[in-house]
């Protein structure tokens, strides 16, 4: 069984020179290998509907557009930068989602996009606790290449998470993409946590 699995993995990732497809069912998304990063652009409609943003911490170096007026790459290190007015935040998907998240977190006035991985840590840690509120978009997006090309459909649903009032607002003035906005969010949720359940 375990076994089966692994050659499907590896069955479904792609390795041509330094640059690696890998493929989750219809969806396919690029890695840079040289930089271990993520090119997995948001769909234009979606910056269109919740725009406009002042600040992209963690945009590609090469753009096919603009999705804010000001742009950190992994050249500036969005990360470590001042971050400044209302920020967009789709952020580098992997073991630093969290650090990202954590950074949307503190700086509350912030709308992110990433995966509905509801089970994850960095969803309970930065997420649940700190979320004005949700956004879960119907269906499945389907991202972008580097080039401007329209990719595949994602593997897994995505949602919205609004740090602040601005953000909040955003999504509450929202009249054309799907979805279920979860507002008003308790400030305390009541939070179970047992040994020996980790999740990534
Ligand atoms: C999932 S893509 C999203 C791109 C863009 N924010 C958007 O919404 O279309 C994540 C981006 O983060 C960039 N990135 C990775 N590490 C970074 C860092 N330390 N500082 C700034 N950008 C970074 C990658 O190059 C990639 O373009």
Same mark, same amino acid.
């Given at each position: 069984?375990?076994?089966?699995?692994?050659?499907?993995?590896?069955?479904?990732?792609?390795?041509?020179?330094?640059?690696?497809?890998?493929?989750?069912?219809?969806?396919?998304?690029?890695?840079?290998?040289?930089?271990?990063?993520?090119?997995?652009?948001?769909?234009?409609?979606?910056?269109?509907?919740?725009?406009?943003?002042?600040?992209?911490?963690?945009?590609?170096?090469?753009?096919?557009?603009?999705?804010?007026?000001?742009?950190?790459?992994?050249?500036?290190?969005?990360? !470590?930068?001042?971050?400044? +007015?209302?920020?967009?935040?789709?952020?580098?998907? /992997?073991? @630093?989602? $969290?650090?990202?998240? #954590?950074?949307?977190?503190?700086?509350?006035?912030?709308?992110?996009?990433?995966?509905?991985?509801?089970?994850?840590?960095?969803?309970?840690?930065?997420?649940?606790?700190?979320?004005?509120? !949700?956004?879960?978009?119907? +269906?499945?997006?389907?991202?972008?290449?580097?080039? /401007?090309? @329209?990719? $595949?459909?994602?593997? #897994?649903?995505?949602?919205?998470?609004?740090?602040?009032?601005?953000?909040?607002?955003?999504?509450?003035?929202?009249?054309?993409?799907?979805?279920?906005?979860?507002?008003?969010?308790?400030?305390?949720?009541?939070?179970?946590?047992?040994?020996?359940?980790?999740?990534?």
């Amino acid at each position: 069984m375990t076994k089966q699995i692994i050659r499907k993995i590896a069955d479904d990732t792609d390795i041509v020179g330094s640059h690696e497809t890998i493929k989750l069912g219809n969806f396919r998304h690029d890695r840079n290998l040289e930089h271990g990063k993520e090119e997995w652009l948001t769909p234009p409609e979606i910056i269109q509907a919740f725009g406009p943003f002042d600040l992209d911490p963690c945009a590609p170096v090469k753009r096919p557009w603009a999705t804010a007026d000001n742009h950190y790459t992994i050249e500036d290190d969005g990360l !470590l930068r001042p971050w400044q +007015g209302l920020v967009w935040c789709n952020p580098p998907y /992997g073991p @630093k989602t $969290g650090d990202w998240l #954590a950074r949307c977190a503190q700086h509350n006035n912030c709308l992110a996009l990433v995966f509905a991985r509801t089970e994850t840590q960095w969803f309970q840690n930065h997420v649940w606790p700190h979320a004005t509120s !949700l956004f879960f978009i119907t +269906g499945r997006l389907s991202f972008y290449h580097v080039g /401007g090309e @329209k990719g $595949g459909t994602a593997g #897994a649903p995505s949602v919205l998470i609004a740090y602040g009032k601005l953000a909040d607002q955003r999504l509450r003035d929202n009249q054309t993409i799907a979805g279920q906005h979860l507002q008003n969010l308790p400030s305390k949720l009541i939070r179970l946590h047992l040994k020996n359940q980790t999740n990534e």
